[in-house]
C-alpha cells in the first residue's frame, strides 16, 4: 500500500458475470479516484484462489479497481469514489444496484 496520489478518473475493465457490470451494463467505465492506496498485487492469487472476485481493473489489468465476494449476495468494494457521480434523482449504478439487491434479499 502507499504510493503516489491517484487524483482523477481512472479507466476500469469489467469482469463478465460480475455485480459491478451487472450494475454498470458496460464493459469499460471511468470513475474518479483521490487516494494513495493500491491493492497488493503480491497476494491477488491467492485471495483469487479464496474466494475473492477481482471485478475490475485497469485497462492493462495491473490496478485492481473493484473486488467481489461471489457467495454474497452483495459485497463489492472499490478504490474510487462512487458518490462523486451521484445525485437524489439520479444515483451511481453502485447504489441503484446495492439498494435493489437489500430489497431482493431482505428477507433473508
Not at 1 to 12: H, I, K, N
Not at 36 to 61: C, H, K, M, Q, W
Amino acid at each position: 500500500m502507499g504510493g503516489t496520489l491517484r487524483l482523477g478518473a481512472y479507466p476500469c475493465v469489467l469482469g463478465d458475470d460480475t455485480v459491478a457490470k451487472a450494475a454498470y451494463l458496460e464493459d469499460e467505465m471511468s470513475e474518479r479516484h483521490r487516494h494513495r492506496f493500491e491493492f497488493n498485487n503480491d497476494y491477488r492469487a491467492r485471495l483469487e484462489e479464496n474466494g475473492l472476485v477481482i471485478s475490475g481493473t485497469s485497462p492493462d489489468n495491473n490496478l485492481v479497481e473493484i473486488v467481489e465476494i461471489a457467495e454474497h449476495p452483495w459485497f463489492l468494494g472499490c478504490q474510487f469514489h462512487p458518490e462523486f457521480k451521484s445525485k437524489p434523482m439520479n444515483p451511481h449504478p453502485l447504489f441503484s444496484n446495492f439498494i435493489a439487491a437489500a430489497i431482493a434479499h431482505k428477507d433473508e
